[in-house]
C-alpha cells in the first residue's frame, strides 16, 4: 500500500506564505511506486466539503489548480525523494483549513476526490487576519 504523510501546516499571518511537504512510501497493488503516481492536495475547512486544490501528473508535465489558489499555490514534486510539495503565498484566512495530500495511478490528474485512491491524514493550516 501507499503511505502518504503531511508536513508543515501551522499557524501564519494573513499574507505570508507557507511550504506543505507530503512524504510517499510504498507501493500500489499493481507495484507502481511514488515516480509513477499522480499527486495532488486537497483542503477541507470546518462545516465545508473536502474540495480539490492541486494536482501534479507523475512526469511533472502538467499540473491543475483550483481557481480559488490559481496564482498563489504551486505544486510541485521531487521524485527522487518521494515527495510532493504545496508553496502557498499570499495566504488568507479563507485559506484555514485540514490540508491532505492525495495519490492516483492514473495518467490523466484530475479534480475529484474519488478519483484518488491514496490519502494522507492530514496537516492543519491556520490563516490569522
Known amino acids: 500500500q501507499v503511505q502518504l504523510v503531511e508536513s508543515g501546516g501551522r499557524l501564519v499571518q494573513a499574507g505570508g506564505s507557507l511550504r506543505l511537504s507530503c512524504a510517499a512510501s510504498?507501493?500500489?497493488?499493481?507495484?507502481?511506486?511514488?515516480?509513477?503516481?499522480?499527486m495532488g492536495w486537497f483542503r477541507q475547512a470546518p462545516g465545508k466539503e473536502r474540495e480539490f486544490v492541486a494536482a501534479i501528473a507523475w512526469n511533472t508535465d502538467h499540473t491543475l489548480y483550483s481557481d480559488s489558489v490559481k496564482g498563489r499555490f504551486t505544486i510541485s514534486r521531487d521524485n527522487d525523494k518521494n515527495a510532493v510539495y504545496l508553496d502557498m503565498d499570499s495566504l488568507q484566512p479563507e485559506d484555514a483549513a485540514v490540508y491532505y495530500c492525495v495519490a492516483d495511478t492514473s495518467v490523466v490528474i484530475g479534480t475529484n476526490r474519488w478519483e484518488y485512491d491514496y490519502w494522507g491524514r492530514g496537516t492543519q493550516v491556520t490563516v490569522s487576519s
Open positions: 510504498g507501493r500500489t497493488a499493481s507495484g507502481r511506486t511514488f515516480s509513477r503516481l499522480a
